[in-house]
């Protein structure tokens, strides 16, 4: 059973103490109240309307009832300028990372061919750049050319095969262009956050 005296509820035959100076409302009816007999700062012990703490939900609905003035709406949490700008530099880094994994279009040959580009795509643009770099620089036994994935304008694969000097101008011109100004973009989107003196110039960012 539960008692309140002075703003403070306690259990009759237990240690628990709660301040109900104060009882936040949830959406649902179920209460929050600040537990006082532990060292828990500004923790809210949350109080269902069922189970075991049925009892408790009760005692607190008679007090609320008698005295209304305690009852408030759930606190929220107003964020900070800074705590803004913190988030939407993360949205940045993942909307950046996502464009850029989404690929990168490159004229062959007059076709504009679409070239995927996620983690695993980026990788092997990296390696079967160096291959070309050290066949060109005249090292034996590497291949002449390399076949690679492409899609048409209607969507469906094509195998383009390039030499040496044709895939470097696809990853300089097609690949690293497309990352680094999705990148620069990413870097300006997030230096417009970082210059931002008000929550709503972050949003624009």
Partial sequence: MYQIKDSIMQETEGPRRWDVSM?????????????????????LYHVPNGGEWKEMFDTLTSYVSEYPDVLRDIPVHTPTLDELKTAKKS???????????????????????????DAFDQQNFADTANVCLMKQSGMPGLPDSVTWNAYTPGGELERLTFDASGFLALYAGGA???????MQRGGERKAAVEAATTPEEVEAA
């Fill in 176 to 182: 690293m262009k497309h990352k680094n100004g999705t």
């Fill in 23 to 43: 009882v936040f409302i949830r959406p649902d009816g179920s209460y929050l109240i600040r537990r006082i007999d532990i060292a828990c700062g500004d923790v």
């Fill in 91 to 117: 949205q940045i880094d993942a909307d950046t990372s996502a464009a850029i994994a989404v690929g990168f279009d490159y004229d062959v040959d007059g076709v504009t061919y679409h070239f995927s580009y």
